[in-house]
């Protein structure tokens, strides 16, 4: 088993949502967070007052996969959260990365391994 973290714009949610259902992902969970990456945020005027904004709002999701769907559930999000008309991308979209899991049990069931994916 896998845990496939994202970090994403906020405004690409939809997207991944749906691109994550249609390859049969049954479940995700999704946290608010702040960060940045080689953009290093930007800079905004606000009653005449410029500040940088260094921290900039992503949202952050968590999948559990089986090994089996690994590759296509890392294809899915990245085709579907890709900025860009052509799909070319642009500086900001995010990151996903993938860890091992050991273990997974489902709380309510007992169900442990595949079974409680």
């Known amino acids: ?3 496939v973290t994202a970090i994403i714009r906020p405004v690409m949610l ?3 949502k749906t691109g994550l259902e249609q390859c049969g992902v049954r479940g995700m ?3 608010e967070v702040r960060g940045h990456g080689r953009q290093k945020g930007h800079t905004e005027v606000y009653r005449g007052a410029e500040y940088a904004v260094d921290l900039l709002t992503k949202l952050k999701i968590e999948v559990l996969v089986d090994d089996e769907m690994l590759d296509e559930v890392i294809d899915a999000l990245v085709r579907s959260v890709r900025s860009g008309d052509g799909g070319e991308g642009r500086v900001g979209d995010g990151k996903v990365w993938v860890t091992a899991v050991e273990s ?3 709380v309510r069931t007992g169900e442990q ?3 409680a994916l």
């Open 104 to 106: 997974v049990v489902r």
């Open 1 to 3: 088993m896998k845990l």
């Open 29 to 31: 969970t999704v946290t």
């Open 14 to 16: 939809t997207n991944a």
């Open 113 to 115: 391994g595949r079974e």
